[in-house]
């Protein structure tokens, strides 16, 4: 295998790159003062292809093509594209067509990385916590009981009885009646999505989903080729709730397959939808054939407020929820599930033979050990996320006082939103300084979201101090206003808004 070339390139469409959508997605990717414009260029383009914006394999513009799009030199755009061949990022030598790719080894490092990478790099691009001592104990009861289930073949379609019940007896606590054979234990809440998808959608069949999401639910609707249908959230600092018309609406004209939404501490923004608004929507979309998914991974996480749990009792045979203990556990025990209608259950377990033969039984074991322990462990960590939230939502209008920075009433991040369309340059210039963000874009389509940035609130408190420094100094690197009070912060309490 040549130098660059990813192993799975030859699986991958084959697809073109236009000079006005890569523009789309590069956004206000230059900033003045904050280097060459080539060393811009290509680390714009380098975070394209790392958060998914960009598939691999696909053909990028030519040099003088993209010089004429950005109104650079062709030298310009040749060196960045040098550049990116050089860190493993393209291939196809100078003169040929450059298709995206991703370095095969650990390539070349420049002198900024290899400075990040001694300071430690912080990375805020994932929402999960570390796993408590609970999950360890788990797995050694469920070693301890292992033996039981070693004479069968091991393949459950549906998962083991035992889980199911533990799944169906949390949702009954939640006031909807369930019986085990309505859940499906799935690889976690995105592989139960994929495999709703793989089930409904066909390929050019529209999939509504509120917009921004979560990102791997975009590249999923994609990757069974459904047509993405964004209904845009109402937008501001302080907006809520959901554009219920507009959802609706796009369900209906558009007839579409599936609509997946997250209600509960929505990812990333942190809202919630309230119950009466839970019931008009399922009321509007009485009679429509669209199946409704709804994503409750963070049902759980509530911090301040009412309870999610007492909200999400509306039912019907349309209605399909997604559940995991990724982000109320540990994001390794890859153990979720898809409660649904019975005859749902029974074509995704007679379809999954194709797909992935069921779920690993010690994980199940560890699962119904730690989710019948009647919610203990997680309460005794939702008090650790209220005050990290509370701590980096100080730091931030501590020393970042020109973003805005909304309080989610649960969930595990906050949507900030930036003075100026920068998300994607930030992030590029965090990485300088050792910080790994995802940008906002990274949470839509068709490069939207460039005034906004998902910040994780899950690293000890130590950590978070040291993130927003970084991200100070690369505020300050793509030349907007950012205070640098971090160091006085650290000598005294800090508020909490």
């Not at 301890?144 to 070693?150: F, G, I, Q, T, V």
Request: proline residues 7%; contains cysteine.
């Amino acid at each position: 295998m040549k130098k660059g070339q990813s192993c799975h390139s030859g699986l991958m469409p084959r697809r073109s790159i236009g000079p006005v959508s890569l523009m789309r997605h590069l956004g206000a990717w230059r900033t003045p003062g904050a280097g060459a414009a080539y060393r811009q260029l290509a680390g714009a383009v380098r975070l394209l292809i790392l958060d998914g914006r960009l598939p691999l394999a696909a053909r990028l513009p030519g040099e003088r093509e993209m010089a004429q799009a950005l109104g650079l030199s062709r030298t310009t755009v040749s060196t960045a594209y040098g550049r990116l061949r050089d860190d493993g990022f393209l291939t196809g030598g100078q003169g040929a067509a450059a298709r995206t790719s991703l370095p095969a080894g650990p390539g070349p490092r420049r002198a900024s990385e290899v400075e990040s990478a001694a300071a430690g790099m912080i990375d805020l691009t994932a929402a999960v916590l570390p796993a408590d001592p609970n999950v360890h104990a788990a797995y050694v009861r469920a070693l301890e009981r292992l033996p039981a289930s070693l004479p069968g073949h091991g393949y459950e379609a549906a998962g083991l009885e035992e889980v199911r019940e533990a799944v169906a007896a949390g949702y009954r606590r939640r006031g909807l009646p369930t019986s085990p054979g309505q859940i499906l234990i799935t690889h976690g809440a995105h592989n139960g999505l994929v495999q709703l998808l793989r089930l409904t959608v066909r390929p050019g069949d529209p999939v509504v989903f509120d917009h921004p999401t979560y990102p791997q639910a975009i590249d999923a609707i994609l990757a069974v080729g459904g047509r993405p249908v964004p209904v845009a959230l109402p937008d501001g600092d302080e907006a809520e709730g959901w554009d219920l018309e507009g959802l609706v609406s796009a369900c209906k004209s558009s007839a579409a397959a599936m609509a997946y939404l997250v209600l509960d501490h929505h990812n990333p923004t942190g809202r919630m939808m309230l119950a009466p608004d839970r019931a008009r929507l399922l009321a509007a979309l009485k009679g429509c054939e669209t199946l409704l998914v709804l994503d409750e991974t963070l049902v759980e996480l509530t911090l301040s407020g009412p309870t999610a749990l007492s909200a999400s009792a509306v039912d019907s045979p349309r209605i399909v929820r997604l559940g995991s203990m990724s982000k109320s556990v540990w994001g390794g025990l890859r153990i979720g599930w898809i409660r649904a209608d019975r005859a749902v259950i029974q074509r995704l377990a007679q379809s999954r033979a194709s797909f992935d033969l069921g779920t690993p039984i010690l994980e199940q074991l560890a699962a119904v050990e730690l989710l019948n322990d009647g919610g203990a462990a997680l309460a005794a960590r939702l008090p650790l996320l209220r005050a990290r939230r509370d701590h980096l939502r100080a730091l931030l209008a501590e020393c970042l006082p020109n973003w805005g920075c909304h309080c989610p009433v649960g969930g595990l991040s906050i949507w900030a939103r930036l003075p100026a369309p920068i998300s994607s340059a930030l992030t590029v210039q965090a990485a300088e300084q050792g910080l790994r963000l995802a940008a906002g874009p990274r949470f839509g389509v068709d490069g939207a979201f460039e005034r906004r940035l998902r910040l994780p609130y899950t690293l000890p408190e130590a950590d978070l101090n040291e993130a927003v420094e970084r991200l100070v100094r690369a505020a300050e690197m793509v030349g907007r206003t950012a205070k640098p009070a971090l160091a006085a912060a650290r000598g005294r309490p800090v508020a909490v808004y």
